[in-house]
């Protein structure tokens, strides 16, 4: 037969559990977080797009501003915006000479 669990095992169960949900809140509301910080970066307010979701997790929040990954992900398209500003030009001036080129 199994054992019946005593008292304090049971409430180590709890504790264990209650802790395991903790950090899981921890984790989605970073992730959502996170997800706020992309849509911020494309024009929708996080807090906005956290509203009209539902999330709270803006709530009792002190982190200072966005997770790492959304800043360098900002950083990604700001360099991207960058080159393919150059890739334009470039292929801008390339067509000019060839344009001059045709006439010639």
Known sequence: MNKKPTKQELIDHVESLVAKCEELTR???EARREVCGFHHLTGFLAGDYAIS???DCYEN???EGFPQSVKEFKEFLKASSEEDLKTIERLWEENRQL???KND
């Open 99 to 101: 344009r001059e080129n």
């Open 53 to 55: 979701r539902g999330w």
């Open 61 to 63: 929040y002190s982190g």
């Open 27 to 29: 984790e989605r509301d």
